[in-house]
């Protein structure tokens, strides 16, 4: 599966950002698609993921509440609607993809495919 990741930028905390992901492959509609996001000089740590049919989700506490994932198969989209922005939630936000026919995870080595990342600066 090959990813693409966009709609990160600039924002005052307490902001909004929705990023996309967008899929291609034949099998992007049967894997599950996680976000993960790396601060300068942090682990790459688990954000949100979705499982392959959009009917479950699973968060990093850090989000819950915050951030919402969401998938459209259809179109070979996952956004991470991003709400009420930390400074702290600055990083490059990546998509990942699993191999298909696998549940949710949040462990970053059950990730297969990872697109390029998008750089998300919230601001005080």
């Known amino acids: 599966v090959q990813l693409q990741a966009s709609g990160g930028g600039s924002v005052q905390a307490g902001g909004s950002l929705r990023l996309s992901c967008a899929a291609s492959?034949?099998?992007?509609?049967?894997?599950?698609m996680g976000w993960f996001r790396q601060a300068p000089g942090k682990e790459r740590e688990f954000v949100a993921a979705i499982s392959s049919s959009g009917t479950d989700a699973n968060y990093a506490d850090s989000v819950k509440g915050r951030f919402t994932i969401s998938r459209d198969n259809a179109k070979g989209t996952t956004l991470l609607q991003m709400n009420s922005l930390k400074p702290e939630d600055s990083a490059v936000y990546l998509c990942?993809?699993?191999?298909?026919?696998?549940?949710?995870?949040?462990?970053?080595?059950?990730?297969?495919?990872w697109g390029q990342g998008t750089q998300v600066t919230v601001s005080s």
């Open positions: 492959g034949r099998t992007s509609s049967s894997v599950v």
């Open positions: 990942a993809a699993r191999r298909p026919w696998r549940a949710i995870s949040t462990s970053k080595y059950e990730y297969a495919d």
